[in-house]
């Protein structure tokens, strides 16, 4: 009970303060906003790709190309190894008569060009198309297949994969540094912040002190007067997250560029990433008003 | 039975100033004391040390059977709920009223609403403001902000209260309606005081004990005692 008094009269304090120093308390705000907006693009960035990473590799397949001209009898031969490595899940044969139809399909320039070549001159050739049970060991199994005779190349798809990814980590980090630099500049102004309410506040304090009040009741105060400031500062970034991220699932209808990648449904994703967010922005606030009390007020 | 003991103390300020020589007194529950002397004679400090606002640099310094000389910075808000304290200056809060002036120190310690107001009305009766209660400080004289604030220091009914040149800043007149606030919170309350001060006239007048200070030494603890230099 007496707690929530003391909280009650602190949370009426705090906003007063953010109130009398409206300037700085605005600065401090729009920092907290703009830090947390990156940080909530980059969060629902991150989660996605790391979705639809694991989406690819998911159903992601090995092309097995045999040599050109092959003979039935060393097919199946092929198909025998394919069997007996524990990797593999399943597998179907595309004679390169297939393959051609279908590429004619797909495309009317393919369909031009393929239709001048016969069976002996053509470039294509025959595939086994192989499924893996663990997608983890699938360069290795790649590299099995690729020993098998008969086979002369061997693709699978994890070179885009592992560019996207790669190319990701790299923007990762840089906005991992955005970040930290912005949550410093942010601690610093709600440091000052909290320092103008101090000094205004210093009468008040000292009679505090005289009549006895605790260090925690003297402190608190300041320390929610930063959560405050964190609490305004997410109002808007939350905003952002939810409607944007809306806006933006719809707009794609769920997917990116193909089928392949699917972005996260928006619920419950773009509750979690507000709570994110918010707690974020009460740490941030937490961390600077901590730091200003114990600065400047000597308790 | 002694409210306050101080054994040995001396206070020497990290400037190298001592204010505070080989200090020892024992003073009763219920009693008013004076503490007089000239300025710098070390009054301030001696106060300044029971409400450990100043820590002796040797010695005890006892207040109500807790050493303030250990006792730990996180700690000396229990020594202070325990008295009232006054200065020459006041220290109100400009921008509320008297009554929240006085219920900030109970709001501080986290006292019920009830409980507060009840305290507060009492605390503005016995200093004879109960008239001015939602008035502002600016809107008082001098003489009613100190009344302000012997109210706002007793309003937690105190064992003791410390008052440093309560009328340093008044004239005689409004000085003695002070001095008959404080006798009345004395002798009703039963609330111990030991006033600093340097005006002769009361002191002559009140008929209470005296300690008298020169230069960081005590020179006289007399009973019913006058000022003299
Ligand atoms: N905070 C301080 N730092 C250094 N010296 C001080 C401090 N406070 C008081 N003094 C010195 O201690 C002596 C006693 O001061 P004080 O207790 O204020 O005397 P009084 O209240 O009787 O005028 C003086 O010489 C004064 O200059
Ligand atoms: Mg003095």
């Known amino acids: ?299 | 039975m002694d409210l306050i003991r101080m054994k040995n103390v001396e206070k020497k300020y990290k400037n190298g100033v001592t204010a505070i020589y080989d200090l020892n007194l024992a003073i009763e529950k219920g009693s008013f004391v004076f503490v007089i002397g000239g300025s710098g004679s070390g009054k301030s400090t001696l106060i300044k040390m029971l409400y450990r606002e100043e820590k002796p640099t040797k010695g005890q310094v006892i207040v109500g059977g807790l050493d303030v000389a250990k006792l730990k910075n996180k700690k000396v808000y229990k020594l202070r709920r325990k008295l009232g304290i006054v200065f020459q200056d006041y220290r109100l809060l400009p921008k509320q009223t008297v009554y929240e002036n006085v219920a900030f120190a109970l709001e501080c310690i986290g006292e019920k609403k009830d409980v507060i107001r009840t305290k507060v009305l009492k605390a503005l009766e016995d200093v004879g403001l109960k008239n001015k209660v939602h008035n502002y400080p600016d809107q008082l004289s001098g003489g009613e902000q100190q009344r302000v604030a012997i109210a706002r220091a007793i309003v937690n009914d105190p064992k003791l209260l410390l008052c440093d040149e309560p009328t340093g800043n008044l004239d005689p007149e409004k000085s003695l309606e002070i001095m008959k606030v404080l006798e009345d919170i004395n002798k009703m309350r039963g609330t111990t005081i030991i006033m600093a001060t340097h005006d002769k006239e009361i002191v002559n007048k009140m008929k209470k004990q005296v300690i008298t200070l020169k230069d960081g030494h005590l020179v006289k603890f007399k009973q019913k005692g006058t000022y003299v230099e």
Not at chain 1, 101 to 123: A, I
Request: with cysteine.
């Open chain 1, 1 to 299: 009970m007496k707690l929530f008094r003391m909280l009650g009269r602190s949370i009426r304090d705090a906003i007063k303060s953010v109130i009398r120093n409206f300037s700085l308390s605005l600065a401090s705000i729009s920092c907290i906003t703009i830090t947390l907006i990156i940080v909530a693009i980059a969060i629902i960035a991150s989660y996605n790709v790391q979705n639809f990473t694991k989406e690819i590799e998911r159903d992601m397949t090995i092309v097995v190309f045999l040599e050109n001209n092959i003979e039935q009898e060393d097919i199946d031969d092929v198909e025998k190894e394919l069997k007996s490595i524990p990797n593999v899940e399943k597998y179907t044969f595309q004679s390169k008569q297939e393959v051609k139809k279908q590429m004619q399909e797909e495309s009317d320039v393919f369909n031009t060009v393929l239709e001048n070549w016969d069976d002996e001159e053509s470039p294509l050739k025959d595939t086994f198309q192989v499924k893996v049970r663990n997608v983890e060991k699938l360069s290795n199994t790649a590299k099995k297949i690729e020993k098998v005779d008969h086979v002369s190349v061997v693709r699978y798809g994890s070179g885009m994969v592992d560019k996207m990814v790669k190319a990701f980590n790299s923007v990762e980090k840089v906005t991992f540094g955005i970040v930290i630099a912005l949550v410093l500049v942010t601690v610093f102004l709600i440091i000052n912040t909290i320092k103008l309410t101090i000094s205004a506040r210093r009468r008040e304090i000292s009679i505090m002190r005289l009549v006895g009040a605790s260090n925690f009741t003297i402190k608190t105060p300041f320390i929610i007067e930063g959560m405050i400031l964190g609490i305004f500062g997410s109002i808007v970034p939350i905003l952002i997250t939810t409607y944007g991220y809306l806006a933006f699932y719809r707009h794609f209808e769920g997917h990116l560029y193909s089928q392949l990648i699917e972005l996260i449904k928006p619920e419950p994703f773009i509750y979690q990433i507000s709570g994110i967010v918010l707690l974020i922005g009460i740490i941030v606030g937490m961390i600077g008003s901590s730091s200003a009390v114990r600065k400047y007020l000597k308790v």
